[in-house]
């Protein structure tokens, strides 16, 4: 089955930086597009970046220019690289396989003073 698993949340002050890390298994990883997502206690889930198996990326209006998406195809892992935060960021971070129902059980990132 496909298994999907965050890491590389936590604390972190604003202006701060963290490197998030989904690694995958199940799946022919390198074929797929991957995206993360987030969600913050009642708010609806966002969208935050998708890399596509080229490696073409989008990355929502509240990250661009801060987050950066990538992939290691080796690894089986995407990666979200996210700088300048602030504390709007915060939420659960999930990544997931592009465009099907397959998710992560997310890791939490919170960003504060």
């Known amino acids: 089955q496909v298994q999907l698993v965050e890491s590389g949340g936590g604390l972190v002050l604003p202006g701060g930086s963290l490197r998030l890390s989904c690694a995958a298994s199940?799946?022919?990883?390198?074929?797929?597009?991957m995206s993360w997502y987030r969600q913050s206690p009642g708010k609806e889930r966002e969208f935050v970046a998708t890399?596509?198996?080229?490696?073409?990326?989008n990355y929502a209006d509240s990250v661009k220019g801060r987050f950066t998406i990538s992939r290691d195809n080796a690894k089986n892992t995407v990666y979200l690289q996210m700088n300048s935060l602030k504390p709007e960021d915060t939420a659960r971070y999930y990544c997931?396989?592009?465009?099907?129902?397959?998710w992560g059980k997310g890791t939490l990132v919170t960003v504060s003073s």
């Open positions: 199940g799946i022919a990883f390198s074929i797929f597009g």
């Open positions: 890399i596509s198996a080229s490696e073409n990326t």
């Open positions: 997931g396989v592009f465009g099907t129902a397959h």
